[in-house]
């Protein structure tokens, strides 16, 4: 069982910079392929940023692209998403999510484990 908390939400400009955090619990959590998703009022959830068990791999929704930052420590049992130059359109709850296989997935069924989301607002 792996438990993910996410952090560092808030309500932010445009142009402005967030880094968000999830926490995982569990001792396998170095051995997880994982992943951000977002979710817009009235949309369905969809893929921001993926990274392999290693770190060594990343893959980005072309709306994050360039823009993003997907990174983990495995000492810590993290992995962040930095967002630089956010856009009013980035504006979503972020869910944290664990795919109990190594690579980089993009889509929502292949990962196992989801956090709560944490709220990010942009405003125009």
């Known amino acids: 069982q792996v438990r993910l908390v996410e952090s560092g939400g808030g309500l932010v400009q445009a142009g402005d910079s967030l880094r968000l955090s999830c926490a995982a619990s569990g001792r396998t959590f170095s051995s997880y392929g994982m992943g951000w998703f977002r979710q817009a009022p009235g949309k369905e959830r969809e893929f921001v940023a993926a990274?392999?068990?290693?770190?060594?791999?990343?893959y980005y929704a072309d709306s994050a692209k360039g823009r993003f930052t997907i990174s983990r420590d495995n000492a810590k049992r993290t992995v962040y998403l930095q967002m630089n130059s956010l856009k009013p359109e980035d504006t979503a709850v972020y869910y944290c999510?664990?795919?109990?296989?190594?690579?980089?997935?993009?889509?929502?069924?292949?990962?196992?484990?989801w956090g709560q989301g944490t709220q990010v607002t942009v405003s125009s």
């Open positions: 999510a664990a795919s109990t296989a190594r690579g980089t997935h993009v889509f929502v069924n292949e990962y196992t484990y």
């Open positions: 990274i392999s068990w290693s770190g060594g791999s990343t």
